[in-house]
């Protein structure tokens, strides 16, 4: 089983960045789509960007598309999320988890982990 820890999370101004880093456990991650999510108070759960085993293949949503970079590196089984251009509407805590593409929408496989707060204060 796929065990993942979240890290990279803090306070920033708009404008700003942050990297999201996303350390798995588990020798089979490097085999799976990884994937960001988030989710702001008040708010569902929504998927950010994926990328795929090799880091060949990358979807992002489009709310962050042009803004974010999503990387993994497949030796230190990390994925890494690369936020550039920070909005305050971007504030959420964020979790990564393998994926999988059912029909139109990234599913989530594994069990989420305690993910990591961004706050992007204006």
């Known amino acids: 089983q796929v065990q993942l820890v979240e890290s990279g999370g803090g306070l920033v101004q708009a404008g700003g960045s942050l990297r999201l880093a996303c350390a798995a456990s588990g020798r089979t991650f490097s085999t799976y789509f990884a994937g960001w999510f988030r989710q702001a108070p008040g708010k569902e759960r929504e998927f950010v960007a994926a990328i795929g085993w090799s880091g060949g293949s990358t979807v992002y949503a489009d709310s962050v598309k042009g803004r974010f970079t999503i990387s993994r590196d497949i030796a230190m089984n990390t994925v890494f999320l690369q936020m550039n251009s920070l909005k305050p509407e971007d504030t959420a805590v964020y979790y990564c988890?393998?994926?999988?593409?059912?029909?139109?929408?990234?599913?989530?496989?594994?069990?989420w982990g305690q993910g990591t707060q961004v706050t992007v204060t204006s």
């Open positions: 988890n393998i994926v999988r593409l059912l029909g139109a929408s990234w599913s989530p496989l594994g069990s």
